[in-house]
């Protein structure tokens, strides 16, 4: 039976509203950068658990990729430890359809197996979205997610443009529903829905849908408030809220706020407000530990009506900017995004579309020319390697990005063959050992640079410290994932970045110090030794760090941002042509290829797979034959 054949009547939603927490995955997203850290959820999850909640989000999203790249923590395990103290309340994730928590679409036999063991963790409720709103890109998630006992809350992402409105959205929905849908969520992840939109909208899809509608919004534009009330009064069934010392700005609404606005009407959740209260002020102490993660584009902005950048990301595209030493670009990003946007074919902003957007809007400000450099993952994009969006996309852009490729018209996921027994061979292969866990198997396929190097480093006492007060010293064991400190030295106090760079070797491994956001050369002259690999690259050492030369010849091949070499595609003496692949390198998330501009022959590389580069360091040297 069609979902227009069952048709509510508009009867007034009397029920009592119900509420979703966000604080333990979407309102850190959005304030600390996906940093919170298992062991700041553990004290005060029971508390969560008893406040009357209709659903917790604690997983999905950034924060898989974040366990495991920034805390070195399992995001399997995360589900567990909460579940036992937390068996009360259904949990949710977010999922990204063929995406999952990744940034790419994964095989079939990787999304049913992730489903499966998420599930089987504690998972109650997914909400499952796809980022162009391109529906064949859900249907396994949703088939795997219905098999193994999950509950399908099927998302549509709301955006503003020329060819997006509520029709179109209730469309979504039904579609949604006839699919199999237990429930609907509006995705708003930007803040763009108006009260009287809200409304409209949420009126319209009860007239044409009989599963719950859940609301999803963020305070960034500051209507937040607003467009929940409104959206109560049309009926909406639950809203997602954060506890007040987590929310607001690029967060949700305060869950305080929302309860007394509806105490004593007619769809008061009667929520009780002593221990909303006690959880608010845990957290009020929590956050001041990650203050170093936090920017200062969390709060209100009325501009992102325009720049359309949802909550988390904004968050994250000041911190990565300004690992980059370039936040003081931030606006020319913001205003470059919806330009990309519009190439794009007007794409929703939410994960992976938004980082895919937003990561090409920095390189094209960085490098000081549009599209000059363009990321593995706008290739893909502009290829229909992601779906269809609903947009005519920029063919002039098209064609410098994909040149004489076929674009995909079918659904994507069609073209990938199967991919858990291929990532466990080279799982065991990289590790020297049998693996039996299929959930280590699922992190690396999902992340597998990211992945080995958490498996490296599993049970170490390694841990990013976003603002401890350290007075003599930064600490005895090697640091892995990046640490940073407040090093107080004769009453004046530096912020201090220590990480990991590069490969483990010789009893260390190399590493960086930012102070103050400048990188310090580490150097001891004593130490420094020029040692030429088996294959030919040239590796100058300093006290630990890699000495490349500087960019000074035409055929000198560099990266255009600091990032980590993921892939060099070529060898010691091989012939190349300009234009020619030379390394893929990864930044802010996203690959992007490197290309020489000369035809010739490759005579030194100064780098390997998993090395942190520079713009300014040659890493290839090509010359002319």
Wanted: proline share 5%; charged share 25%.
């Amino acid at each position: 039976m069609s979902s227009s054949s069952k048709k509510n009547n508009l009867t007034p939603n009397e029920a009592p509203v119900q509420f979703m927490d966000t604080t333990f995955r979407d309102a850190h997203q959005s304030h600390l950068a996906t940093r919170l850290k298992l062991e700041d959820m553990l004290p005060i999850a029971e508390k969560i658990d008893q406040a009357g909640y209709a659903f917790i989000e604690m997983w999905g999203g950034a924060t898989f990729d974040s366990a495991v790249r920034y805390l070195k923590e399992d995001p399997w395990e995360r589900i567990r430890q909460l579940k036992k103290v937390m068996p009360n309340t259904p949990f949710q994730m977010l999922l990204r359809g063929q995406n999952l928590v990744g940034y790419r679409h994964y095989a079939d036999d990787v999304v049913e197996r992730f489903i499966d063991r998420a599930i089987l963790n504690g998972m109650n409720v997914l909400r499952i979205f796809d980022a162009l709103n391109d529906l064949r890109n859900l249907k396994t998630s949703f088939r795997a997610t219905m098999k193994y006992g999950g509950k399908v809350q099927g998302a549509f992402c709301y955006t503003v443009s020329q060819f997006h409105n509520n029709d179109l959205f209730v469309d979504l929905a039904k579609r949604l529903e006839d699919m199999g849908s237990d429930s609907i969520c509006v995705k708003d992840m930007a803040g763009l829905l108006s009260p009287y939109n809200a409304f409209d909208l949420i009126r319209k899809l009860k007239a044409e849908i009989t599963v719950p509608i859940h609301l999803h919004t963020h305070d960034t534009s500051g209507m937040a408030v607003a467009t929940y009330v409104k959206a109560i009064e049309a009926g909406v069934d639950v809203i997602d809220t954060a506890i007040s010392s987590m929310a607001s700005g690029t967060s949700q609404p305060p869950v305080e706020t929302l309860v007394k606005i509806l105490e004593g009407e007619p769809r008061d959740p009667k929520l009780e407000m002593t221990p909303l209260t006690e959880i608010a002020d845990y957290f009020t102490v929590v956050r001041k530990k990650y203050s170093a993660f936090e920017s200062d584009y969390t709060g209100v902005d009325p501009r992102v009506l325009t720049y359309q950048i949802p909550g988390g990301m904004t968050s994250n595209l000041a911190l990565q900017l300004s690992e980059q030493q370039a936040l003081d670009r931030m606006k020319e990003v913001l205003d470059e995004v919806p330009r990309v946007r519009e190439d794009f074919g007007f794409p929703p902003l939410v994960t992976p579309a938004s980082q895919i957007v937003g990561t090409q809007a920095t390189l094209n400000v960085l490098t000081g020319e549009r599209y000059k450099v363009i990321t593995s993952e706008t290739s893909n994009y502009l290829k229909g390697l992601y779906g269809k969006p609903v947009g005519p996309i920029n063919e002039e852009i098209q064609k410098k990005a994909i040149g004489d490729g076929v674009l995909v018209t079918c659904r994507p996921a069609d073209l990938i063959e199967p991919e858990m027994d291929q990532a466990k061979k080279e799982l065991e292969e990289a590790l020297g050992k049998a693996v039996d866990n299929v959930e280590d198997v699922l992190t690396y396929v999902l992340f597998p640079k990211v992945a080995l190097d958490f498996f490296n480093h599993k049970g170490q006492a390694v841990e990013e410290k976003p603002s401890d007060d350290v007075s003599d010293g930064i600490g005895q064991a090697p640091l892995i994932a990046p640490s940073e400190f407040h090093v107080k030295i004769h009453g004046e106090t530096f912020d201090v970045k220590v990480g990991g760079v590069g490969h483990p070797g010789e009893g260390g491994r190399p590493y960086f110090i930012y102070i103050n956001g400048h990188l310090e050369e580490v150097m001891v002259e004593s130490l420094m030794e020029v040692m030429p690999s088996a294959e030919g690259r040239i590796e100058s050492h300093a006290g630990g760090r890699s000495i490349r030369p500087k960019v000074a010849n035409d055929g000198d091949v560099t990266t255009p941002m600091p990032g980590a070499v993921v892939n060099v595609k070529v060898k010691l003496g091989e012939k190349v042509k300009a234009g020619a692949v030379i390394l893929i390198i990864e930044a802010m998330k996203m690959q992007s290829e490197v290309h020489t501009a000369i035809d010739g022959v490759v005579k030194a590389i100064h780098v390997s797979e998993g090395d942190r580069v520079n713009p300014d360091e040659v890493l290839v040297e090509v010359r002319s034959a």
